[in-house]
């Protein structure tokens, strides 16, 4: 039995044959694969890419959404691909660097990388469809636009059923593949700007540091100076917001 707590006292190839091998009984072994796969990603997190390029597949797109938990503004994806073996110091979940990291990572990825694409749906999409179908078709329409078209896909999380192309969807993938990384970095510094530039206009939301979640700043705006054509009506509490006016 594989201790998870003291994952350090093995070897990386024989934590990575135990992480093949208990894989295929995901469900039953998910605590003990997870752990390995953290701490494994937390070394290297370019596995996911390096054992797709001994198959011999070397047009790997990464996917991440940004964006489901705002009150407003829309949904964010992108699909992005790296060059073999790409390299790039401070690549990782993009929600573990600060604002000027990424700024500065988003400028050499948009640069550097073989093709990137984004996918945009709005307050109204959400609202009419939910977020997590919304964010589906950003994610299909980030991959389809691609100028290249990829040999395989990794997503952070999300199952995507009519992806006709191979893929595997990564619990916590911003952080275990430096693909999706990529990906989340270039739709956060996306989605950043577009509620950077909704503050102009509307700045008593605080936008320009809340990026639309629901912080206490924002809420008591909404209850004081009510809701923009951009706010997510389906979400609580814009809401109840918008209920309570009715009234």
Do not use: W
Request: with cysteine; hydrophobic share 35%; charged share 35%.
């Amino acid at each position: 039995m594989i201790d998870i707590d003291n994952l350090e006292q093995y070897e990386d190839s024989y934590l990575e044959e135990q992480f093949e091998i208990l894989s295929k009984e995901y469900k039953k072994n998910k605590k003990v694969v997870e752990a390995i796969d953290m701490y494994l990603a937390s070394k290297n997190n370019s596995r996911y890419e390096n054992k797709l390029n001994k198959e011999g597949i070397t047009l790997i797109a990464g996917v991440d959404e940004v964006g489901r938990g705002p009150l407003c503004g829309p949904v964010v994806t992108c699909a992005c691909i790296l060059p073999v073996g790409y390299e790039l110091a401070g690549l990782t979940d993009s929600k573990k660097i600060t604002e000027k990291k990424r700024e500065e990572l988003y400028e050499i990825l948009i640069k550097e990388c073989v093709s990137y694409k984004i996918g945009i749906k709005d307050n109204n999409r959400i609202d009419e469809i939910n977020i997590r179908e919304a964010t589906k078709e950003a994610m299909y329409d980030s991959i389809n636009g691609l100028d290249i078209k990829p040999e395989y896909v990794l997503i952070d999380a999300m199952e995507l059923e009519d992806l006709s192309i191979p893929n595997k969807a990564i619990i916590k993938g911003d952080y275990k593949s430096k693909s999706i990384s990529a990906a989340s970095i270039i739709a956060k510094v996306t989605r950043d700007r577009m509620m950077i530039a909704l503050d102009k206009k509307y700045p008593m939301y605080d936008f320009k540091n809340n990026k639309g979640y629901p912080t206490k700043k924002h809420i008591d705006a909404i209850n004081k100076y009510g809701i923009i054509k951009e706010h997510r009506i389906s979400y609580s509490p814009v809401k109840e917001y918008i209920e309570r006016e009715k009234v």
